[in-house]
C-alpha cells in the first residue's frame, strides 16, 4: 500500500536573493516533477508546493521559502521527484552563502515530527 511521511522545507535568505533561489527551486522541482508527469500538470504541481517568498514585515532582512510535501506516499513517483528535487536544492543552498535551510519530517502514518538535515548557519555547512 505505502507509507506517508511529510517531507517539508524552509530556506531562508537574504531577501534580494530569493527571488532568484525560488526561480531555481522551481527549476529543479520542475524537472523531476516532468520526468513522470506531463509539463501541464507538472508545473502546477511545483506551483502549489513551492511557496512565494515571504518577507518578514517586521524584521525584513530575511525572506523565507517553504516547500510543502508532495502528499505522495513513499516510493511512488511524486514523492520520490519531491526528494530528488530537495537534495538539488540542499545542494544548491549550500553553494549559496547567504541561505540557511531545514528540511523536515512530520505526520504521515507514524506521526513523529523531527529534523532530517540542516544548515543553519550562513556560511558554516552543519548537514549531518
Same mark, same amino acid.
Request: one cysteine or more; glycine letters at 8%; proline letters at 5%.
Given at each position: 500500500?505505502?507509507?506517508?511521511?511529510? %517531507? @517539508?522545507?524552509? @530556506?531562508?535568505?537574504?531577501?534580494?536573493? !530569493?527571488? *532568484?533561489?525560488?526561480?531555481? =527551486? =522551481? &527549476?529543479?522541482?520542475?524537472?523531476? =516533477?516532468?520526468?513522470?508527469?506531463?509539463?501541464?500538470?507538472?508545473?502546477?504541481?511545483?506551483? &502549489? /508546493?513551492?511557496?512565494?517568498?515571504? @518577507?518578514?514585515? @517586521?524584521?525584513?532582512?530575511? !525572506?523565507? /521559502?517553504? /516547500?510543502?510535501?508532495?502528499?505522495?506516499?513513499? *516510493? +511512488?513517483?511524486?514523492?520520490? !521527484? +519531491?526528494? %530528488?528535487?530537495?537534495? &538539488?536544492?540542499?545542494?544548491?543552498?549550500? &553553494?549559496?552563502?547567504?541561505? $540557511? +535551510? !531545514?528540511?523536515?519530517?512530520?505526520?504521515?502514518?507514524?506521526?513523529? $515530527? *523531527?529534523? /532530517?538535515?540542516?544548515?543553519?548557519?550562513? *556560511?558554516?555547512?552543519?548537514?549531518?
Amino acid at each position: 500500500m505505502g507509507h506517508i511521511n511529510y %517531507r @517539508v522545507m524552509i @530556506v531562508t535568505c537574504p531577501p534580494d536573493e !530569493a527571488e *532568484g533561489l525560488r526561480d531555481q =527551486f =522551481f &527549476k529543479f522541482m520542475f524537472d523531476e =516533477f516532468s520526468r513522470d508527469i506531463d509539463d501541464d500538470r507538472a508545473a502546477l504541481m511545483t506551483e &502549489k /508546493i513551492l511557496s512565494k517568498v515571504f @518577507v518578514a514585515p @517586521v524584521n525584513g532582512d530575511n !525572506a523565507l /521559502i517553504f /516547500i510543502a510535501p508532495s502528499g505522495s506516499k513513499e *516510493g +511512488w513517483a511524486p514523492a520520490e !521527484a +519531491w526528494k %530528488r528535487a530537495t537534495r &538539488k536544492i540542499e545542494e544548491h543552498c549550500e &553553494k549559496t552563502p547567504g541561505a $540557511i +535551510w !531545514a528540511l523536515f519530517s512530520m505526520g504521515g502514518d507514524d506521526d513523529e $515530527i *523531527g529534523m /532530517i538535515r540542516r544548515r543553519y548557519s550562513r *556560511g558554516e555547512d552543519s548537514a549531518p
